[in-house]
C-alpha cells in the first residue's frame, strides 16, 4: 500500500487532549501528528469533509505557548473494533507560521 503523506506522523511523548476552538468540547486524544495532519483517538464519530477550529493545549510551554490553533478537515474516521471509541484523521488546511514552527519544534522533541 503506498503512503500518500509528505511528511512523517510523530506520536506524542504524552497525553495530549485536542479540542474544539469554538464548543470547548474534547474531540479526543492525539495518536500522531505532522506538519500536514494528526490523527486522535477518541469517542466522537465525524464525518470526512466536517471542519473544526482544533486547539491543543500544553502542560510545557514551548515557544512560549501553552495552546496551539490550527484549522483542520477530517478526512476519514473509523470505530475502534468492540470500542467505543474512534479513530480520525484529519489533515490541517488554516494554521499560522507561529503555530506552525510550535508543532514542528514540539515534533522534532517526540522520540
Known amino acids: 500500500m503506498h503512503n500518500k503523506r509528505d511528511s512523517i506522523r510523530k506520536r506524542p511523548g504524552e497525553r495530549i487532549a485536542i479540542c474544539d476552538a469554538n464548543s470547548g468540547q474534547t474531540l479526543g486524544y492525539l495518536a500522531n501528528i505532522s506538519m500536514d495532519g494528526l490523527m486522535l483517538v477518541g469517542s466522537i464519530s465525524t464525518a470526512p469533509g466536517t471542519l473544526f477550529q482544533l486547539q491543543m493545549p500544553l502542560t510545557t510551554p514551548v515557544n512560549g505557548t501553552n495552546n496551539i490553533e490550527f484549522g483542520v478537515e477530517s478526512l476519514w474516521c473509523q470505530r475502534v473494533k468492540e470500542t467505543c471509541s474512534y479513530w480520525t484523521g484529519f489533515q490541517i488546511i488554516d494554521i ?14 517526540w522520540h
Request: zero cysteines; glycine letters at 0%; charged letters at 20%.
Open 96 to 109: 499560522s507560521d507561529s503555530a506552525s514552527k510550535t508543532i514542528e519544534a514540539l515534533i522534532s522533541s
